[in-house]
């Protein structure tokens, strides 16, 4: 079992930058795929980043609408992954996800945060 646990929320004005990270438990975490969703209100969830495990050599991908402003990136020897978000728009206001699984490009991840709110303001 894992379990995950996002900090870093909070409100930020429109231009600025927030850091989320996502401390995980497990003995192999430097085997998952890792990724971050968000859930605006009203809303389906929504990919917003994914790093492969080792296995994958750490590569990323990204959802369109954040790439050249998110970074996604892992600490193994700490268990963590953290979202860095720069340029922030209003419509990054959401509630934000992360996500671990052991396959390497799994259709559903197999376990989640809580969610950690991040609301940008104009």
């Known amino acids: 079992q894992v379990q995950l646990v996002e900090s870093g929320g909070g409100s930020v004005q429109a231009g600025g930058s927030l850091r989320l990270s996502c401390a995980a438990s497990g003995r192999f975490f430097s085997t998952y795929r890792m990724g971050w969703f968000r859930q605006a209100p009203g809303k389906e969830r929504e990919f917003v980043a994914a790093?492969?495990?080792?296995?994958?050599?750490?590569?990323?991908n990204y959802a369109d609408s954040v790439k050249g402003r998110f970074t996604i990136s892992r600490d193994n020897a700490k268990n963590i992954v953290n979202l860095q978000m720069n340029n922030v728009k209003p419509e990054d206001t959401a509630l934000y996800y992360c996500?671990?699984?052991?396959?390497?490009?799994?259709?559903?991840?197999?376990?989640w945060g809580q969610g950690t709110q991040v609301t940008v303001s104009s």
């Open positions: 790093i492969s495990g080792s296995g994958g050599g750490g590569l990323t």
């Open positions: 996500a671990a699984d052991e396959r390497p490009y799994p259709m559903q991840y197999r376990y």
